[in-house]
């Protein structure tokens, strides 16, 4: 099995009030990794309040990211769920799965993220995601092509 | 024959366009069709050399009005089914 989302990168059944509250969370194990700054949290929040709720890429599922930029140190994926959905005012609301990209540059994540891609592409996969009740099996699930 | 090139759009060419990219390159290999496929970010797509552009509904009004290709809207990233039909009914137009 290849990792392609960290253990301490994963957090399940977050409490967010709000759409900003669950991208901070999502966030948040890349600043505690090192992986990002602060900065980058806030050009994520501010990314949807300019061009609109186009990280919900499907029903329940945000991808938030931002450009490649210097408040990103390493490449990195996190991946939260939350108690309780939350809206993004997107036709895919409500989302209670979001995962954070952080990229250092446009082209040395992609095969990461095609291979990401390609498990939440399965009929059903954002639910058995959202369904998880442990790190361990969000873990097992995100990185696990074969189960999924 | 030039192949159609498809330009997938999000926000900042490397998040979702990836992803959307890589749905579009699957669909051609089952159904043994060929396009070039790029990925762009909606700042900088209208200036992009392509024959159709796919984004996604919330982006597509911030370029509609001003594309000079058609413009065709992804409502569900994670849909390989939505990709397919509009992936073969553009080719099908490109090809007439």
Redesign the interface.
């Known amino acids: 099995m290849e990792e392609l989302v960290k253990k301490d990168n994963i957090k399940v059944g977050l409490e967010a009030s709000d759409w900003k509250e669950a991208i901070k969370l999502a966030g948040e194990p890349l600043i505690a990794s090192g992986d990002i700054k602060k900065q980058y949290i806030d050009d994520m929040i501010r990314?949807v309040e300019e061009?609109?709720?186009?990280?919900v890429?499907?029903?329940g599922?945000a991808?938030a990211?931002?450009?490649?930029c210097p408040a990103v140190i390493r490449s990195s994926v996190s991946l939260i769920t939350l108690k309780e959905a939350v809206n993004f005012g997107?036709?895919?609301d409500p989302v209670n799965v979001v995962m954070c990209?952080a990229?250092v540059d446009?082209v040395s994540?992609?095969e990461t993220?095609?291979k990401i891609?390609?498990v939440?592409?399965r009929k059903g996969s954002?639910e058995r995601l959202a369904e998880s009740k442990t790190v361990e099996e969000l873990y097992q699930r995100i990185n696990n092509a074969e189960e999924v | 024959m030039a192949l159609p090139k498809i330009q997938c759009v999000c926000g900042f060419g490397c998040g979702s366009s990836l992803m959307l990219r890589m749905a579009i390159d699957d669909v051609l290999k089952k159904n043994g069709l060929e396009a070039d496929t790029l990925v762009g970010d909606v700042g900088t797509c209208l200036s992009n050399p392509c024959d159709v552009i796919f984004i996604s509904r919330d982006l597509a009004e911030r370029i509609a009005d001003r594309a000079e290709m058609p413009v065709v809207i992804i409502e569900n990233f994670m849909d390989n089914a939505e990709i397919e039909e509009k992936v073969l009914a553009y080719l099908n137009e490109f090809n007439k």
């Open positions: 990314s061009l609109g709720p186009y990280i890429l499907t029903k599922f991808l990211h931002s450009a490649p997107s036709s895919n990209l990229c446009k994540h992609i993220l095609q891609a390609r939440l592409m954002i």
